[in-house]
């Protein structure tokens, strides 16, 4: 059995089971990944955490980090590497990307991080060296969606990230399925963040460094990457 990182913590919230990891990112660096070195797409959490063991460097947790169109593109915002490889979406449309207020999840060249509501975030000019867009918002500014139900019946298994006021980075996925209201509260009410974004539901899955903790089976387009900071 693959020993649970130090950074993360099982709880149980509503009656529901889920996995909390808290990276800081003094202690950490925080990354994105969609393609290999090829430049062809990953396509899932399982290929991104091996590409990058098999590059020297394996991932403390990994998980998948935006939605994704058919062809795997990224729908939304998508930074990698300071390297903008899709563009802003402020478009209206369907599903849970386009339960506005969605927004954008950034990580800065200095390793700052944050979530921001996507109109916030564009007016705010962002520079960042790694940003992924995916929707709705579960929380902003300490208030969750105000077109969340509170406890709905699309109940699926969900992940998202928050962050604190601290700066830490809080990266949550359930066990259990549960509704968008709870998952918000969730971050609200245990991972005490303000501001808080779902990255997906039904294809959520987690890595412990290349072993699959919880696997959806399905395909991923971004991922998240959380590695020991290397120190200088």
């Known amino acids: 059995m693959t020993k649970k990182p130090e950074i993360c913590e099982e709880i149980v919230f509503e009656g529901s089971r889920a996995v909390l990891c808290t990276a800081d990112p003094g202690d950490h660096d925080i990354r994105l990944i969609y393609r290999g070195p ?11 955490v091996t590409a990058l063991a098999a590059a020297g460097r394996t991932p403390v947790l990994a998980m998948n980090a935006g939605m994704y169109h058919a062809d795997m593109t990224p729908v939304g915002l998508y930074v990698e590497d300071s390297t ?6 402020t478009e209206e ?5 386009f339960l506005k207020p969605n927004g954008v999840f950034f990580v800065g060249a200095n390793g700052t991080a944050g979530v921001m509501e996507t109109e916030a975030y564009r007016a705010a000019g962002m520079v960042p060296e790694f ?12 208030e969750v969606h105000p ?46 963040c303000e501001n808080a974004l779902f990255f997906d539901g039904a294809v959520s899955s987690l890595a412990w460094g290349t072993h699959m903790e919880i696997d959806a089976g399905e395909p991923a387009g971004p991922v998240v990457a959380v590695f020991d900071r290397i120190e200088d």
């Open 93 to 97: 449309g369907f599903g849970n990307f």
């Open 38 to 48: 090829d430049g062809e797409v990953l396509g899932s959490v399982s290929k991104a």
């Open 147 to 192: 077109r969340f139900l509170p406890d709905g019946t699309s109940r699926y298994i969900r992940n998202g990230v928050g962050v604190r006021a601290d700066g830490s980075i809080v990266l949550a996925i359930t066990r259990d399925e549960v509704s968008l209201g709870s998952f918000a509260r969730l971050f609200r009410d245990i991972a005490e």
């Open 131 to 142: 940003a992924t867009q995916s929707g709705p918002m579960l929380l902003i500014e300490g």
């Open 84 to 89: 903008e490889l899709a563009p802003l979406n």
